[in-house]
T-cell receptor
Framework: GESVGLHLPTLSVQEGDNSIINCAYSNSASDYFIWYKQESGKGPQFIID?????DKRQGQRVTVLLNKTVKHLSLQIAATQPGDSAVYFCAENMPRSGGYNKLIFGAGTRLAVHP | DTEVTQTPKHLVMGMTNKKSLKCEQHMGHRAMYWYKQKAKKPPELMFV???????INESVPSRFSPECPNSSLLNLHLHALQPEDSALYLC???????????????FGNGTRLTVT
């Protein structure tokens, strides 16, 4: 289940189950969204991205869903494994010209996978 | 291993010291970024360079001074820091194909900075 407190919200799942991590973004003009995984002592690692003209994108074991109406993003992980345990961040891009991003991160969710 | 290399991995400095953080990438990316991350918090944007020019400064105090000597290197010069500046400093880069911004940032593993 999910718990929210003074620390990062945590989603606890059993190994082999599917995981769904949710994210509410803030800017209706954001045009590009990315999910990152961050393990302890490491930098954020790219998982999957989606542009605002799409509502679903699939990768290997991961799917991102975008609902622009309610400004909601979700990451689905199929057959969750212990190696998926990490903190997951969504990030939204504020549109820019000039060939760079202004990427703003959400608060993050810790995924804990139990055997 | 990441394709963005940050040195040093750890740094302890006093409030009167001057030090520099270094970042290097050889992916041909022309946009480079500094982010600051406190424990249990998301990364916060500090600076963005595009084609070696400073494009975004998110109202960062002047005790942090970025520098982009060439398209592969990014430095962050530190002077007269405060203990509350202790954090993980992350460097990232992204492609600038056709001037569009819709390409992911690639992050290094960061420099863990402690200010005493």
């Amino acid at each position: 289940g999910e718990s929210v407190g003074l620390h990062l919200p945590t989603l606890s799942v059993q190994e082999g189950d599917n995981s769904i991590i949710n994210c509410a973004y803030s800017n209706s003009a954001s045009d590009y969204f990315i999910w990152y995984k961050q393990e302890s002592g490491k930098g954020p690692q790219f998982i999957i991205d989606i542009r605002s003209n799409m509502d679903k994108r699939q990768g290997q074991r991961v799917t991102v869903l975008l609902n622009k109406t309610v400004k909601h993003l979700s990451l689905q992980i199929a057959a969750t494994q212990p190696g998926d345990s990490a903190v997951y961040f969504c990030a939204e891009n504020m549109p820019r010209s000039g060939g760079y991003n202004k990427l703003i991160f959400g608060a993050g969710t810790r995924l804990a996978v139990h055997p | 291993d990441t394709e963005v290399t940050q040195t040093p991995k750890h740094l302890v400095m006093g409030m009167t010291n001057k030090k520099s953080l270094k970042c290097e990438q050889h992916m041909g990316h022309r946009a480079m970024y500094w982010y600051k991350q406190k424990a249990k918090k998301p990364p916060e944007l500090m600076f963005v360079y595009s084609y070696e020019k400073l494009s975004i400064n998110e109202s960062v105090p002047s005790r942090f001074s970025p520098e982009c000597p060439n398209s592969s290197l990014l430095n962050l010069h530190l002077h007269a820091l405060q203990p509350e500046d202790s954090a993980l400093y992350l460097c990232a880069s992204s492609s600038s194909r056709g001037g569009r911004s819709n390409s992911p940032l690639h992050f290094g593993n960061g420099t863990r900075l402690t200010v005493t």
